[in-house]
């Protein structure tokens, strides 16, 4: 593996799904890990299953929708491990409805955890970035980040400005901070539990015949980190064979 195996990388969202994939994958292969979610009894659970196997984690109660909670986070990190070198920004949720249905609650989560949560991790970790002139943020996007779907029009708004986000606001204005953006097409994850509406919930069921393990993803991210300093991997799309879009 290319990258420095001292590397520790912050994970949000890391009690289930891709986040906890990622954060068993990078432990195994020698990095350390800073987990963050709400469900604390969940990342308990997960970070002494990978000391127990020898690898090297943390974990933090967080609420990625609250920015001082996003930045105590960032600064547990350092006082655990003495630095911090990648912050992965993938708590999500993805609650589908039609428009007409009007469950505005939901939309204004889906934009606080997908939009807000994404911009509190960056607003969080750029300062220490740019003051140690190195770091890297990974985004967790969706293959709704590139089509819009019956039902998942939020949804797909707030992916799309994950990307937005991470290009322009992100990437280009950053000379020593690499970007990467993965965009998971339908995958092993807990967010289809999100769905309260009985339609989004059938036609999600219907679009998640073929599906990847959450590791597939764990593994592109992993990826990206490993490059060498001077290459960024800006995106990663990852979906199961034969999905149409």
Known sequence: MSTDENKVIAIT????GIGEATARLLARQGLRVMLGARRTDRLEAIAAEIRSKGGE????TLDVTNLEDMQAFVEFAQDKFGRLDVVVNNAGLMPLSRLEVLK???W??????????VLHGIAAALPLFKQQRSGQFVNLSSIGGHNVYPTAAVYCATKFA???ISEGRLRQESTDIRVTVISPGVTETELASTITDAEAAEWVEGF?????PADAIARAIAFAIEQPVEVDVNEIIVRPIGQMS
């Open 162 to 164: 994950v990307w937005a």
């Open 57 to 60: 984690a943390e974990y933090r």
């Open 104 to 106: 505005i609650d939901e």
């Open 208 to 212: 998640r015949e073929a599906v990847i």
């Open 108 to 117: 204004n989560r889906m934009i606080d955890v997908n939009i807000r949560g």
């Open 13 to 16: 969202g890391a009690s289930s």
